[in-house]
């Protein structure tokens, strides 16, 4: 009796040993996700688990990074160059041998510089670091252009960029970054189209003014011819 009390015990430590173990790696396993909406309908969620990345588009009035730019911030412009920042840090206990990251454009803008190599196809940035130690974190600039005036619909396009982080342990990170495009069509106050204005040749002048100019000297010299008698 006392030997199975004493099995049954071992067994009940053991049984409690493991739901600790399970719900902790659990807690690593499955990344934190938190979302806000967006323009337009639908959410950006950002996720992390021992990997964070951290994705921000730059302010083109204030030149500050922020995480989000809406309908009431600042907007591009067509032919604009657009800034965008990636922070990678390993929020975990043990270093990381390799991180990949993902950035994937959004519509209407065009890669233009960065690290790694850019798939036209997919739209997407990829590259790559290699040990990433225990809080350590690494910083990258990225630049985009958006798209020309006459390959973007007329008024307000918000668009989202992505990134994505996944360590060598499966660990995936996510984050978004949205801002928006205003695409005007110059007009005049009643409604028709201003046409740049064009560059006009002056030549000199041949009016009357001229002409007087003309008439006075020969008009002294024929009073000097008179006078004279020559």
């Known amino acids: 009796m006392g030997r199975n009390i004493k099995t049954l015990l071992i067994l009940t430590i053991a049984v409690f040993q493991f739901s600790i173990l399970n719900f902790q ?3 690593k396993a499955f990344a934190a996700v938190s979302c806000q909406p967006i323009y337009g309908g639908g959410e950006t969620c950002a996720s992390s688990s021992d990997i964070s990345i951290d994705k921000k588009v730059l302010n083109p009035q204030t030149n500050k990074l922020a995480d989000n730019l809406g309908t009431n911030d600042p907007k591009y412009k067509p032919d604009f160059i657009a800034n965008f920042q990636i922070k990678i ?3 975990g206990d043990s270093a990381l041998s390799r991180v990949d990251i993902k950035d994937i454009f959004p519509q209407y803008v065009a890669f233009s510089a960065g690290p790694g190599g850019f798939d ?3 739209k997407t940035l990829s590259f790559s670091i290699s ?3 225990p809080n350590e974190t690494k910083t990258f600039n990225i630049l985009g252009r958006i798209a020309a005036k006459d390959q973007l619909p007329q008024g307000i396009i918000c668009v989202v960029n992505q990134a994505i982080a996944t360590g060598d342990r ?3 990170s996510r984050d978004n ?3 928006c495009i205003e695409n005007v069509s110059e007009t005049a106050p009643s409604g028709f189209p201003v046409f740049p204005a064009k560059n006009i040749k002056q030549t000199p002048a041949t009016g009357p003014e001229s002409l007087a100019l003309l ?3 020969a008009g002294i010299l024929g009073w000097f011819l008179r006078k004279f008698k020559i």
């Open 170 to 172: 499966d660990q995936v």
């Open 131 to 133: 040990n990433l130690n």
């Open 215 to 217: 008439l006075v000297p």
């Open 120 to 122: 036209s196809n997919t």
């Open 25 to 27: 790696f659990s807690k």
């Open 89 to 91: 840090t390993n929020t």
């Open 177 to 179: 970054a949205q801002f």
